[in-house]
């Protein structure tokens, strides 16, 4: 059972524009989390929001947690090459964590 | 810190024949490891969690006799792929929490597995 529906599923830009993925639920989770996925390696953690409406950046990587915690969203700005990758959002409930259905983002030079 | 070895990165098997990949906690002690499946390009699917010392639960639709998983110790897991299919290829990843998962804390990933069964 997927909990976690992420849009869009592939994207491809061009170097230098913005975009966001967007990660949603019907469920409620405690917190939620976003990963980065290269080619070959394990999800490496970006981000963990705790608080409904939190906004957390990073760099040019902006997260937010929506007020009601069932859903999230990544905007990258300035996107470049070194940001393609898969985008995982994983949602805590129930003592468990709930991966997103993935982002796969190509940023092309 | 906080590191997760997995081991083979990747193998290839006959059908038929039996796989077996370890996942390590290198400096810390994994109470409870975690199991994903993972297709090209699409995203993680849990197939169990195992706890140090007990049965591992498995997720609906995973075969616990097809999936052994042990978790014999505080730092190692392990998953034993039985009589190897080629429609079993996939990339396997472990993650290892330090306790009781909890939503603040990070899932620790290994590397993954990249298994091709011919």
């Known amino acids: 059972t997927q909990l976690l529906e992420q849009s869009p599923q592939f994207l491809s830009i061009q170097e230098g524009e913005n975009l966001t993925v967007y990660c949603n639920s019907s469920?409620?989770?405690?917190?939620l989390q976003w990963y980065r996925q290269e080619p070959g390696e394990g999800p490496v953690l970006l981000v963990t929001?705790?608080?409904?409406?939190e906004v957390k950046k990073l760099k040019r990587l902006t997260f937010q947690f929506g007020d009601a915690r069932k859903d999230s969203s990544l905007h990258i700005t300035a996107a470049q090459p070194g940001d393609t990758g898969l985008y995982l959002c994983?949602?805590?409930?129930?003592?468990?964590?709930?991966f997103g259905t993935g982002t796969s983002l190509t940023v092309i030079p | 810190g906080a590191v997760v070895s997995q081991h083979p990165s990747w193998v290839i098997c006959k059908s038929g024949t039996s796989v077996k990949i370890e996942c390590r906690s290198l400096?810390?002690?994994?109470?409870?490891m975690f199991w994903y499946r993972q297709f090209p390009k699409q995203s993680l699917m849990l197939m169990a969690t195992?706890?140090?010392?007990?049965?591992?639960?498995?997720e609906q639709g995973v075969e616990k006799d097809k999936f052994l998983i042990n978790h014999a110790s505080l730092t190692l897991s392990t998953l034993t792929v039985t009589s190897a299919h080629p429609e079993d290829s996939s990339f396997y990843i472990c993650?290892?929490?330090?306790?009781?998962?909890?939503?603040?804390?990070?899932?620790?990933f290994g590397n993954g597995t990249r298994l091709t069964v011919t």
């Open positions: 400096d810390f002690q994994a109470t409870t």
């Open positions: 469920s409620v989770f405690s917190s």
């Open positions: 929001v705790v608080t409904g409406g």
């Open positions: 993650s290892a929490s330090s306790g009781v998962p909890r939503g603040g804390s990070p899932l620790h």
């Open positions: 195992s706890n140090e010392g007990s049965k591992a639960t498995y």
């Open positions: 994983a949602g805590f409930t129930g003592n468990q964590f709930y």
